[in-house]
């Protein structure tokens, strides 16, 4: 009897590494220290954001499907900032948003996003903590980005 061999990929080890972590962790310090060099460089930010939004609507599913919103919120946020059409906001919130951002980006991270499936969890929880954090001021960016609408809609008619 010939015992034939398995072509399955070979599932990815656990890390032993928790998401909740990730906000600790060295890679989200370094975000965050890079965040403020991309804020006050609006070119490497724009081209911060269309990474950021190239990848994240590459991967609107799996994972990233509960936070996505709130990624691509913290995203138009920024760039409503980078372009000053939006600057009522504390620096402190846009250097969170932003480190979020890169975090995001980076494929290097406190969980690799390389592995299947649990690569993208820190990024959830980066993504999580930041939001929670910003709460407030991103109630009020997304009050002002539908403000911003309704007055285009506004126009329009008249």
Same mark, same amino acid.
Request: cysteine-free.
């Given at each position: @009897?010939? !015992?034939?061999?398995?072509?399955?990929?070979?599932?990815?080890?656990?890390?032993?590494?928790? +998401?909740?972590?990730?906000?600790?962790? =060295? *890679?989200?310090?370094?975000?965050?220290?890079?965040?403020?060099?991309? !804020?006050?460089?609006?070119?490497?930010?724009?081209?911060?954001?269309?990474?950021?939004?190239?990848?994240?609507?590459?991967?609107?599913?799996?994972?990233?499907? =509960?936070? $996505?919103?709130?990624?691509?919120?913290?995203?138009?946020?920024? &760039? #409503?900032?980078? &372009?000053?059409?939006?600057?009522?906001?504390? $620096?402190?919130? %846009?250097?969170?948003?932003? #480190?979020? %951002?890169?975090?995001?980006? /980076? +494929?290097?991270?406190?969980?690799?996003?390389?592995? +299947? !499936?649990?690569?993208?969890?820190?990024?959830?929880?980066? %993504? /999580?903590?930041?939001?929670?954090?910003?709460?407030?001021?991103?109630?009020?960016?997304? *009050? $002002? =980005?539908?403000?911003?609408?309704?007055?285009? /809609?506004? *126009?329009? @008619?008249?």
């Amino acid at each position: @009897m010939t !015992v034939k061999k398995s072509r399955k990929t070979p599932k990815a080890k656990p890390s032993g590494k928790k +998401p909740e972590d990730a906000v600790k962790s =060295e *890679d989200f310090q370094r975000a965050k220290t890079k965040a403020e060099e991309y !804020v006050r460089d609006p070119e490497k930010a724009k081209k911060l954001i269309e990474a950021a939004f190239k990848k994240a609507k590459a991967k609107r599913k799996g994972p990233l499907g =509960e936070v $996505w919103k709130y990624l691509t919120s913290l995203i138009r946020l920024v &760039r #409503a900032y980078i &372009r000053r059409v939006y600057t009522e906001v504390p $620096w402190e919130t %846009i250097v969170l948003a932003t #480190a979020a %951002i890169i975090y995001f980006v /980076s +494929p290097i991270d406190f969980i690799p996003d390389f592995i +299947p !499936v649990v690569g993208y969890v820190d990024d959830v929880a980066i %993504i /999580s903590f930041v939001v929670a954090s910003i709460k407030t001021d991103l109630d009020n960016f997304l *009050d $002002w =980005e539908a403000d911003q609408e309704t007055e285009t /809609s506004d *126009d329009e @008619m008249t």
